[in-house]
């Protein structure tokens, strides 16, 4: 094994990236999802509004999730959010009747953030928008070979961040 490598892909004889070549591929990564976001997510809602990141993010997270609820805790680690900023957060899209907070019946620490009716047809709205966009933006410029490779490196790179 060579020095930085962790020994999870196998050595294909090529030369290991130098320390530059690191640092700008991941520095590409940031400016293209920095670059992309506002397409993404602008203009997305029912009313013609931006979106937030973090919003989408909650929200999406809630709709994809079977009983539309999960942990606050968890939402605020997944939306990379400290505690207090995702409360923030959860403040916001509670008083816009988004979501509503239920505690758990079998340990009182855990706090489940839930999607309501509201907020699942809001979503429902803005991710019919922003799937179109990334038709446009995402699967136009990689195709469906290159979509289907970027979520393999990204699901990749977040599962040995967990590990």
């Known amino acids: ?16 990236p130098s320390d530059d070549d690191l640092i700008t591929a991941w ?46 805790s968890r939402l605020a680690r997944e939306v990379s959010l400290s505690t207090g900023g995702f409360t923030k957060l959860a403040d916001r899209l509670e008083r816009e009747g988004y979501l509503e907070r239920e505690s758990c019946d079998s ?4 706090v489940y953030a839930t999607l309501t009716e509201t907020g699942l047809a809001f979503i429902g709205e803005v991710r019919v ?10 699967l136009g ?19 040995s961040a967990c590990h």
């Open 107 to 110: 340990d009182r620490r855990v």
């Open 27 to 72: 520095g590409l990564v940031h400016e293209a999802v920095n670059a992309l976001q506002p397409a993404l997510l602008g203009g997305v809602t029912p009313d013609g509004r931006d979106m937030a990141g973090p919003w989408f993010e909650v929200l999406i997270r809630l709709q994809r999730t079977p009983g539309h609820r999960l942990p606050m």
């Open 141 to 159: 410029p990689l195709g469906s070979d290159g979509v289907r490779q970027l979520a393999a490196l990204a699901r990749t790179l977040r599962d």
């Open 1 to 16: 094994m060579t020095a930085g490598t962790t020994g999870a892909r196998p050595d294909t004889g090529a030369e290991p």
């Open 129 to 138: 928008k922003h799937v179109e966009r990334l038709r446009e933006h995402v």
